[in-house]
Structures are given as structure tokens and as C-alpha cells.
């Protein structure tokens, strides 16, 4: 107990608090490599390119704006630019110009890129449940939803019966 109280004195995080922090750091890390590791293998797709796909599969008309893209993936604008360039290189999305302003470009899905999400997204999907979902209760899934609404900023869902 001294040497906690001596850490948490110099500004330093308790045993505890750090636990906490580095495995969530840690989980992060190995969970990105495990599944960007086997959507690669599987689908020669890495993560970050499955995660534009799978934005603009979601989005209205399928495409967005590149800086809202870039927003949503913690990109910076150079950042998404060059994924947008090898994505485009690979016929998955196009770039069209904003009509309404004319600097801003959307990103929009192709169909060869609706067909390679419609093919990798079950296997991503089914790496999230296996690596893990599957590693939790029902209540710990549901608690560490609460808790990265609570630090995102944003409010609550009750979760899903």
C-alpha cells in the first residue's frame, strides 16, 4: 500500500488505475492486429480500408465527405487522402466533387467495393464475436458499452434484450 500512495504522490497512476489503462491499450492493440491480420489473409483487405468501406456502406447514397470520413476513423485529412488513393487505385470507391462547394470531395462506394464488404464484413464480424465478444458475459458487454458512451461523450443506449 505504501508504494501506491507513493506513485499516486509523484502524479503517477496506482496499480490499479494502471491495470486498467494499459489493458485497455493493450486489448486495443492485439484486437487491430488480430483482425486486420485475418481480414488480410482472407480478403487481402486491411482493416483501415475495410473500416472506409464499411462507413460508406452505411452512410446515405454510400459515400461521405472526406473530411467527415476522415473524422469518423481518427484520421487526419493527409491521412485519409492516401487510404482514399489506394482505394480508388482499387477500383472500391471513387471521389466525386462537392457540388455545393466547390473544394470538398465525397468518397463514394463502387460496386466491386459493395461486393468486397458484402464478402468481408460476415468474416470481420465473426472475428469481433470470436476474439472478443465471446470473451465476455452479457453484463460485461453491456458495462463496457456504458463505459465508452460515458467517455466519448455520448449518451447511453439501453442495451438490446
Not at 38 to 53: F, G, I, K, Q, T
Not at 87 to 108: H, N, P, S
Request: hydrophobic content about 40%; aromatic content about 4%; glycine content about 8%.
Amino acid at each position: 500500500m505504501a508504494s501506491t500512495q507513493r506513485r499516486v504522490k509523484r502524479g503517477l497512476l496506482d496499480e490499479r488505475e494502471l491495470a486498467a489503462w494499459r489493458g485497455m491499450l493493450e486489448t486495443h492493440s492485439r484486437m487491430v492486429a488480430m483482425l486486420d491480420s485475418e481480414l488480410e489473409r482472407e480478403h487481402d483487405l486491411p482493416l483501415s480500408s475495410y473500416e472506409v468501406l464499411m462507413n460508406l456502406a452505411d452512410a446515405d447514397g454510400q459515400r461521405m465527405r472526406m473530411g467527415e470520413l476522415a473524422e469518423r476513423l481518427l484520421l487526419s485529412r493527409s491521412g485519409i487522402t492516401r487510404l482514399a488513393d489506394r482505394l480508388v487505385g482499387q477500383g472500391l470507391i471513387e471521389r466525386e466533387r462537392c457540388t455545393d462547394d466547390g473544394r470538398g470531395y465525397f468518397a463514394r462506394l463502387t460496386p466491386a467495393g459493395r461486393a468486397k464488404i458484402r464478402v468481408a464484413r460476415p468474416a470481420h464480424l465473426a472475428g469481433v464475436r470470436r476474439h472478443f465478444l465471446g470473451a465476455l458475459e452479457p453484463s460485461e458487454i453491456d458495462a463496457l458499452g456504458a463505459i465508452w458512451a460515458r467517455l466519448a461523450g455520448q449518451p447511453q443506449k439501453p442495451p438490446l434484450d
